[in-house]
T-cell receptor
Framework: EAQVTQNPRYLITVTGKKLTVTCSQN?????MSWYRQDPGLGLRQIYY???????DKGDVPEGYKVSRKEKRNFPLILESPSPNQTSLYFC??????????????FGSGTQLSVL | GENVEQHPSTLSVQEGDSAVIKCTYS??????FPWYKQELGKRPQLIID?????GEKKDQRIAVTLNKTAKHFSLHITETQPEDSAVYFC??????????FGIGTKLQVIP
């Protein structure tokens, strides 16, 4: 089954404790991206990647890191989480043909709470 | 970057009525215009999309219309049903691959 797998589904942590949220897709998509969703603010893009070893900042990259060492995986890293990073996070992937993007396939989301 | 405005932010309709949500964007290079539906507690999923060389696209009760000159596109849902209750997002894409979503429209269909 074609899907984007995101783990964990729920995560509670404390300020400053490094964490990683994993994202993997089995559709051979070139494009992968991370979003955070907050009430009243919609979905905001954190980082995106056009292909292996190619990443770029979205609208809210501060406090986050990503890496794209393999085509299928795109982990989101919070080196020193803070309470303002408490949010619902989604990973998404898309087929891209040059500069044309197709529809986004979303993971099931990670609800992160930073105490 | 792209400035995206979505209206209204909330919409209540009686079952069977029509609903229209509008999305306005700023980047004339945008070439892909999707609408995503997010049910409570679930992930966003694409419901309909349109490319810049097409003015309108229909899929059963939903349709999307595009006005590239005025830089807006709209989602139309006819004969609304309770299962249409959800949050709807637009996300016009440009060639630079950064994706900006509209703030979302919470649609409530009243039985």
């Amino acid at each position: 089954e074609a899907q984007v797998t995101q783990n964990p589904r729920y995560l509670i942590t404390v300020t400053g404790k490094k964490l990683t949220v994993t994202c993997s897709q089995n559709m051979n998509h070139e494009y992968m991206s991370w979003y955070r969703q907050d009430p009243g603010l919609g979905l905001r893009q954190i980082y995106y990647s056009m292909n292996v070893e190619v990443t770029d900042k979205g609208d809210v990259p501060e406090g986050y890191k990503v890496s794209r060492k393999e085509k299928r995986n795109f982990p989101l890293i919070l080196e020193s989480p803070s309470p303002n990073q408490t949010s619902l996070y989604f990973c998404a992937s898309s087929l891209s043909k040059g500069f044309l993007l197709e529809k986004l396939f979303f993971g099931s989301g990670t609800q992160l709470s930073v105490l | 970057g792209e400035n995206v405005e979505q209206h209204p932010s909330t919409l209540s309709v009686q079952e069977g009525d029509s609903a229209v949500i509008k999305c306005t964007y700023s980047d004339s290079a945008s070439n892909y215009f999707p609408w995503y539906k997010q049910e409570l507690g679930k992930r966003p999923q694409l419901i309909i999309d349109i490319r810049s060389n097409v003015g309108e696209k229909k899929d059963q009760r939903i349709a999307v219309t595009l006005n590239k000159t005025a830089k807006h596109f709209s989602l139309h849902i006819t004969e609304t049903q309770p299962e249409d209750s959800a949050v709807y997002f637009c996300a016009p894409y440009g060639g630079y691959q950064k994706v900006t979503f509209g703030i979302g429209t919470k649609l409530q269909v009243i039985p």
